[in-house]
Structures are given as structure tokens and as C-alpha cells.
């Protein structure tokens, strides 16, 4: 596994939830709390350039890094390791590079066909991607840390809530509760996503005698 890619994958996963933070400013209008971050791709938005680029450069890297982590994992469980693979990859290829690709507009309307692409691309990615912190936390149980695996399973948990609160954010039953807060329920539920991940990737560069 290389390691360089492996240190550094816990960082771009940070920098996806940072990178709109710091676009939005220019966006005017622009709400982290109901808004989802692909709106900052659309073409109205001042910086969606920088913001598409950052999409697709981040699918790349990340489904590097899962082709990285599936040897070392199918030493121990080759089902899991080709579940990982499939749902990372799902995630890299719908949710990041298609959503890069084909922007969305300003609202979640799936009226062309570049919408339609990134709102289904982007949705399986997204709930495939749920399943990550699950299947890192069944593998850290089988090379015996009980702690991470412990970790790993509680973010499940925390991503699932936050996934299903995502889905229920714009049904119009919830609007103007805080149930509707989509774009917090997003943000949340990637956090959650991400650092079984990211923690998978720091201990394959640290102690990669450990996986396996």
C-alpha cells in the first residue's frame, strides 16, 4: 500500500467538508444549514469552477486509495475488502467525479440531463457510502482492535441517523423545522462517513503490519 497517498487521504477528506466554507462567502444567499454543498457547483455560483475541479480531483484520489486498500484487506476478509472497494468506489465515481462532471443547478429539480446524472450519481454514491464506516468497523474487529472497531461502528450509527435526516430534510412535512436543515444533516452524516475512513487510511500508513 503506498503510504504517501494513505497520509494524505485524511486530509483531503477534511478538506471536502472545509473547501465549501470557504466558497460559499461568494455565493450570495448561500446557507451551510439548508443548503446541500453541490449547490456551490452550479453555474451561478461565482467560484463552481474551482468547486466542480475539487470534486472530481477528490473522486480520483479517493478511489486510488480504495484499489490501495483492498490487497491488504482481502488478506483478512475478501468480502469485505470487495464491499469497501465497491461502496468507496460508488461514492468516488457517482458522488464526486459524475457531480464534477455534470453540475447540479440551484435547486435539487432534476430537469436536464446533467442534473438527473449528478442527482442520481451523487444519491447512490452518497447511501452506498453509509455502509463504509460499517464494513471498517467488522474488519478492525477481525485483526482484533476492539477500539477502533468500536469507533468505527458508532460512526455508522451517527451517519445512518444523519443520512436519514438528510432524506427527510426537504419532504414538505418538515419545512421550517429543524428537521429541514438539510444542508447541516449532510455535512454531519459525511463527518461521520469520513473518519472510519480516514482512520482505516492513517493506520495502513503508520502500522501497516497492523492490517492484514
Known sequence: MKNSLSRILPFLLAADLIIPLLL???YRGYNHLTQVMS????SKAPFHLIYNVWLIAFGVAILIDALQFYPTIAQ???TISILLF???AAYAIGGCILSGIFSVGETKGLETLSEKVHGYGSAIGFLLLTLAPLLIGVYFFKISNGLLGSLSLLCFLFAAA???LFIMADKPSYKGTVIA???LWQRLSLLFMYVPIAILSLTAATFPNELG
Open 24 to 26: 460559499a462567502p461568494a
Open 39 to 42: 449547490v456551490l457547483g452550479n
Open 76 to 78: 483478512t476478509s475478501g
Open 86 to 88: 465497491f461502496v468507496i
Open 162 to 164: 444523519f443520512f436519514v
Open 181 to 183: 436543515l438539510e444542508g
